[in-house]
């Protein structure tokens, strides 16, 4: 199956079925020579790998052994700026003492027509940290990248408060990716940014919106 974020697991695509051909075919060619001696898979820097290597020759295509240093992946959260203009617009809003609890979660709802693959949106979930209302949500699907996505949060969280017609006093996020993105936004709207893992007012909103979709 093909997995891909925001995405529901789906028939392989040619690309896929091509570079799964390519895999199984130099597994056939490594799992017997490493049954007999499993030590090329055993290097003492662990972050050096076995690979195979393709090579276009005379004789065609050649696949040899190769051992290439991989570091860890980087994986970088992207700092968004908002605009001069949102910021300036937010700033003439009236601050309110009022906070906001904030999460972003998949909904494991498949979205679809049957023919194509079908997508699993994302929720961007606001709730006022006194009462538990929820004050605004919004269904994001994953049209280009995870990435573009993520960097669209931002301004969905200015168009949230323009709608308010107030700037909240703080947002409160759970620590890791959301943190990240909103941080930049948070410090230009000079909204003061909290981080708990569990939130109080959003969890229960949370857990019954997802429920909800479960019995659909």
């Known amino acids: ?10 028939f392989l695509e040619k690309s896929e079925a091509t570079m799964l051909h390519a895999a199984l075919e130099q597994l056939l060619d490594v ?3 490493l049954q007999v001696d499993p030590s090329p898979v055993r290097a003492s820097d ?12 005379s004789d065609g295509e050649t696949w040899t052994d190769e051992f290439r240093n991989i570091p860890p992946v980087n994986v970088s959260i992207p700092r968004v700026l908002p605009g001069a203009d949102a910021v300036k617009q ?3 809003l009236p601050k309110v003492e009022n906070g906001i609890e904030v999460d972003f979660f998949l909904v494991p709802a ?9 997508l699993y949106p994302y929720s961007l979930l606001l709730v006022e940290s006194t009462s538990g209302a929820i004050v605004g949500q919004e269904m994001i699907a ?13 301004a969905k969280l200015i168009d949230q408060f323009k709608q308010f017609g107030v700037r909240p006093a703080r947002l409160t996020v759970r620590p890791g990716r ?7 936004t948070c410090e230009a709207l000079g909204i003061e940014l909290r981080t708990q893992r569990k939130l109080p007012q959003l ?3 949370r857990k019954g919106m997802l429920e909800f979709l479960a019995r659909k």
């Open 178 to 184: 959301l943190a990240d993105i909103v941080r930049p």
């Open 31 to 33: 799992g017997p020579r």
């Open 142 to 154: 994953v049209e280009k990248s995870m990435n573009d996505l993520l960097c669209s949060i931002p």
């Open 110 to 118: 498949p979205i679809g027509d049957g023919k194509a693959r079908p």
């Open 1 to 10: 199956r093909s997995y891909r974020p925001g995405f529901a697991p789906w």
């Open 46 to 57: 662990p972050q050096t790998y076995l690979v195979r290597a393709p090579r276009l020759g």
């Open 90 to 92: 937010c700033h003439a």
């Open 203 to 205: 969890d229960p909103a």
